[in-house]
T-cell receptor
């Protein structure tokens, strides 16, 4: 089992550009959550995808959008990049049962630097 | 809204010592979970221990144990016989459900260094 994988590992962009980050969930998982972790801070929840729909969203602007594919993999898109978007972006996968506990398994993250 | 507070930005102990990391949280919900995650320099977030709010018994996992004080909304992590490999960032996290979906809220983290 490969676990949760993310690509790319590192990414450098300039202000105003757009970026797409990718996540493949752990085998058997159908739910993907995205988190932003600024340097020296704890992760902050961006949104969660289940059955190809955004099921829940944190306090992030519409510049942050996502998608989930039929194979449960997911993309995070950020438009009009700002310097403050520089962070480690973490993907976590889990089974999608509602109102039940399902452990979230995290990927190694993508380090985004905006210049 | 739920909040999680870790008041110790950094801690440092000698190998084999016992160390306790503090965490407090704020919520009005009755059904939730609490976690401690470890994030080593490799950046991979690893679940250390989990506590269900409805269980009075404190969770333990080998050298790791928690002191869960529900009324005080306190959730501390004790690491016994600390090892060099325990060096990492440690995050306390709270999980509840919104519209059926899980949501994790993390604290700011504590950087733990185990010295030889």
């Amino acid at each position: 089992d490969a676990g949760v994988t993310q690509s790319p590992t590192h990414l450098i962009k300039t202000r105003g550009q757009q970026v797409t980050l990718r996540c493949s969930p752990k085998s058997g998982h159908d739910t993907v959550s995205w988190y932003q972790q600024a340097l020296g801070q704890g992760p902050q929840f961006i949104f969660q995808y289940y059955e190809e729909e955004e099921r829940q969203r944190g306090n992030f602007p519409d510049r942050f959008s996502g998608h989930q594919f039929p194979n449960y993999s997911s993309e995070l898109n950020v438009n009009a990049l700002l310097l403050g978007d520089s962070a480690l972006y973490l993907c976590a996968s889990s089974r999608g049962g509602e109102w039940s506990y399902n452990e979230q398994f995290f990927g190694p993250g993508t380090r985004l630097t905006v210049l | 809204a739920q909040t999680v507070t870790q008041s110790q930005p950094e801690m440092s102990v000698q190998e084999a010592e016992t160390v306790t990391l503090s965490c407090t949280y704020d919520t009005s919900e009755s059904n939730y979970y609490l976690f401690w995650y470890k994030q080593p320099p490799s950046r991979q977030m690893i679940l250390v221990i989990r506590q269900e709010a409805y269980k009075q018994q404190n969770a333990t996992e080998n050298r790791f144990s928690v002191n869960f004080q529900k009324a005080a909304k306190s959730f501390s992590l004790k690491i016994s016989d600390s090892q060099l490999g325990d060096t990492a960032m440690y995050f306390c996290a709270f999980m509840s459900w919104i519209q059926g979906a899980q949501k994790l809220v993390f604290g700011q983290g504590t950087r733990l260094t185990i010295n030889p």
